[in-house]
């Protein structure tokens, strides 16, 4: 078993998504499978379920998971003292939504910056429920409820519906709001005045309101248009499980109004260790901003 392998682990345990994992570790995909395959060779144990393209840690990975982080952080703690540096290698990003660019940016970052460990962490829910504090960047979407944070908007993603295969407009090219009449649709609402952007665009447009359902989850949302519950408002940077599902089909939308902008925050410079600061600013010249 080598260090390497350990490394690879965490990073594709965190994401639960091979393809995910290859750009943010900067290597071949099909390397860090072979990888992943050969450590649970060696263990002799099987440490994620395959569903798809979606990686689900089992009850042994979970396990193993605890462990490998345990041990990486012990042998950095061993290093930074050989070293006589306290430099910490950690950094700790919550996502409340998915985004195929941040992972390019890890990507990028990661392959000159090898020492660094990301713990990549989806977030979901109110941000009032869970401790932001402890995460040196979040990346979220426009939305009243995080007026609070101070974050710079990075770019902005067109929101698509997505429907059963079998309703009726998955037949048309693209879909406008006045279309949507009789369709019972599924929006995110985080509490009971907090929703999504989707659902106050929509009602912008006086759309009749019908009894629609609500989750707190992307996942759950496209769980629940697979087994045609309902249709839903995806946005760009969360539709990779939605275009792999076999009972869901992607339209665009007529309305150009239905765009999102993506915010990314870090902590105050003054609370950034250097790993922090060093990311802080690849990011920011990343994207421009």
Same mark, same amino acid.
């Given at each position: 078993m080598e #260090?390497h ?6 990073i594709?345990?965190q994401l639960q ?6 750009? *943010? ?5 099909p390397?860090?499978s072979?990888s992943?395959?050969? #450590?649970? +060779?060696?263990?002799g144990?099987?440490l994620?379920?395959?569903s798809g393209?979606k990686?689900?840690?089992n009850?042994r990975?979970?396990k193993?998971? /605890?462990?490998?982080i345990?041990?990486?952080d ?5 290093v ?10 950690? &950094?700790?990003l919550?996502?409340f939504?998915t985004?195929? +660019?941040l992972m390019? !940016? ?5 392959? @000159?910056?090898l020492?660094?460990i990301f713990n ?6 109110s941000p009032?429920h869970?401790?932001t504090?402890?995460?040196?960047? #979040?990346?979220y =979407?426009?939305n009243t409820q995080?007026?609070?944070? +101070?974050?710079q908007?990075?770019y $902005?993603e *067109?929101y698509?519906?997505?429907v059963h295969?079998?309703? =009726?407009?998955?037949? +048309? ?7 949507l009449s /009789?369709t019972? &649709?599924?929006?995110?609402?985080y509490d009971k005045?907090?929703?999504d952007l989707p659902?106050?665009?929509y @009602?912008?447009y006086? *759309?009749p309101r019908?009894n629609h359902?609500?989750?707190? $989850?992307?996942d ?5 248009? $697979?087994a045609?519950c !309902?249709?839903?408002f995806? =946005?760009?940077?969360? *539709?990779?499980?939605? @275009?792999?599902?076999g009972?869901?089909?992607i &339209? =665009?939308?007529?309305e150009?109004e ?5 915010y990314i925050?870090?902590?105050r410079e003054k @609370?950034?260790n250097?790993?922090g600061k060093k990311f ?6 990343y994207?421009?901003?």
């Amino acid at each position: 078993m080598e #260090l390497h392998q350990i490394r690879y682990f965490i990073i594709t345990a965190q994401l639960q998504n091979m393809s995910q994992a290859s750009r *943010a570790l900067g290597i071949a995909q099909p390397t860090l499978s072979k990888s992943i395959s050969g #450590l649970e +060779k060696e263990l002799g144990a099987q440490l994620f379920d395959r569903s798809g393209k979606k990686l689900i840690l089992n009850e042994r990975g979970k396990k193993f998971l /605890e462990g490998a982080i345990s041990t990486i952080d012990e042998l950095d703690s061993a290093v930074e003292a050989a070293q006589d540096r306290s430099i910490d290698f950690t &950094l700790n990003l919550g996502l409340f939504c998915t985004s195929e +660019k941040l992972m390019k !940016c890890m990507g990028d970052f990661s392959r @000159h910056n090898l020492e660094i460990i990301f713990n990549v962490s989806q977030l979901s829910g109110s941000p009032d429920h869970i401790d932001t504090d402890k995460y040196d960047m #979040l990346l979220y =979407p426009y939305n009243t409820q995080f007026r609070k944070y +101070k974050g710079q908007s990075v770019y $902005s993603e *067109a929101y698509s519906l997505a429907v059963h295969r079998d309703n =009726p407009l998955s037949y +048309k090219k693209s879909v406008s709001i006045s279309e949507l009449s /009789e369709t019972r &649709l599924v929006f995110l609402r985080y509490d009971k005045k907090s929703y999504d952007l989707p659902y106050q665009l929509y @009602h912008n447009y006086a *759309a009749p309101r019908r009894n629609h359902m609500y989750t707190n $989850s992307y996942d759950l949302q496209r769980q629940m248009i $697979s087994a045609g519950c !309902c249709a839903g408002f995806v =946005p760009e940077g969360c *539709a990779g499980t939605y @275009h792999t599902d076999g009972n869901i089909v992607i &339209l =665009p939308l007529d309305e150009e109004e239905f765009m999102n902008n993506i915010y990314i925050g870090f902590k105050r410079e003054k @609370h950034l260790n250097i790993s922090g600061k060093k990311f802080a600013a690849f990011v920011c010249d990343y994207f421009g901003v």
